[in-house]
């Protein structure tokens, strides 16, 4: 008797004395999530890459409790195992269609789960996972997500920091178009296997960095199609792809041969650091300085890129990349062998 009424007390006290105190946070979505007050240890799940580099921008990489998706198994994103190392050796928690892996998010037991899926969000929310949905469809959308980070990890600073280093680097750019008044080069961005414009963020960076971007017709579509016909049409001085096979693939293709861009030489492979700098990331500041010192060589010469990469790095990720490893990220990224575990 006295055994049971003890086990009684510990049941009904135990949730009490071991409940760590929590608050709410309200994701891009208007939802209302209840996380820790101390978050130790975060998940996520989708968009890999792009997640862990914003969790990354508030020097948090270390609380990420998986490990890359299949899709991103990939040498390119070979720096992600560099901002958080001890990632290699855990399990993805998601299959490859994106979907969420319950039974890996259980047994893991995060604090909090990031998704940029609205469903994942709250079908997490459902099993009783807590989980924020971060929203991406504007440029300024990526200070308002690192600052929701910030409030996440009680880390205000190192958001303050990251909208800072943002609006910064962006004010030189344009400063520097506004003064000089270059002619705009017309660039493309695109898959060349697919003929798409993959990511409607690249239609903003390009513009920003003092380009004319051949696909930016004010569609709202995260992606644009056009035919063999029109990218002749085109006729872009600029053609700018995601990845080393992609530039071997234009170069290597017949019926790319007669464009300006393969003739002059200006068929570019974005840089790639936590995810590829052309897409969605924490990284796009750098995205633009980049690609206007590529545009315009002559009005953007006294900018260093590996010096701008190496600082941006250090004081946002807290890493320190050596030169070799700044001038691999700025060719494409690694093109060793895949993450592994």
């Known amino acids: 008797m006295i055994a049971r009424l003890l086990l009684m ?26 996380v820790p007050v ?23 990489g270390r609380r990420i409790v998986n490990g ?4 991103a198994q990939k040498p390119r994103w070979g720096y992600q195992a560099v901002f958080a190392p001890h990632t290699v050796l855990l399990p993805s928690m998601q299959s490859p269609d994106y979907a969420p892996n319950l039974e890996a998010l259980m047994q893991a037991a995060p604090d909090v789960v990031l998704t940029m899926d609205r469903a994942t969000a709250e079908t997490l929310n459902r099993t009783g996972l807590s989980a924020l949905y971060l929203a991406w469809r504007k440029p300024e959308d990526v200070k308002a997500v690192v ?18 280093r943002f609006d910064e680097i962006l004010g030189r750019v344009d400063a520097v178009l506004q003064r000089e ?6 660039v493309l961005y695109f898959s060349p296997a697919t003929l798409r414009q993959p990511h409607l963020i690249a239609e903003w960076w390009i513009r920003a ?37 992609e530039a071997a693939a234009v170069l290597q293709e017949p019926r790319f041969a007669g464009l300006k861009a393969v003739h002059s030489g200006s068929v570019l492979v974005a840089p790639c650091g936590a995810h590829t700098w052309s897409n969605r990331t ?22 260093s890129i590996q010096q701008e990469t190496q600082r941006f790095y250090s004081d946002l990720f807290g890493i320190d990349l050596s030169a070799a490893q700044v001038d691999e990220i700025l060719a494409g990224g690694p093109r060793g062998l895949p993450v592994t575990r």
């Open 9 to 34: 007390c510990f049941l009904w006290c135990a949730p009490w004395v071991h409940a760590a105190p929590v608050r709410t946070l309200q994701d891009m979505a208007g939802r209302t999530a209840t």
């Open 68 to 71: 890359l998706p299949v899709f």
């Open 38 to 60: 101390q978050i130790e240890h975060v998940a996520t799940v989708g968009s890999v890459p792009v997640l862990n580099s914003l969790v990354f921008a508030v020097g948090e």
């Open 282 to 303: 924490s990284e796009q500041p750098l995205t633009v300085l980049w690609a206007a010192t590529r545009f315009h060589p002559r009005i953007f010469a006294h900018v």
């Open 181 to 186: 008044a270059p002619k705009r080069p017309r």
């Open 209 to 245: 960095a003092g380009g004319d971007s051949v696909t930016d017709d004010g569609r709202q579509m995260e992606t644009r199609s056009f035919t063999l016909e029109q990218l002749l049409a085109w006729d872009p001085d600029f053609l700018i792809v995601s990845g080393h096979e």
């Open 147 to 164: 600052r929701l980070l910030g409030q996440l990890f009680n880390k205000p600073e190192a958001a303050a920091r990251y909208a800072a």
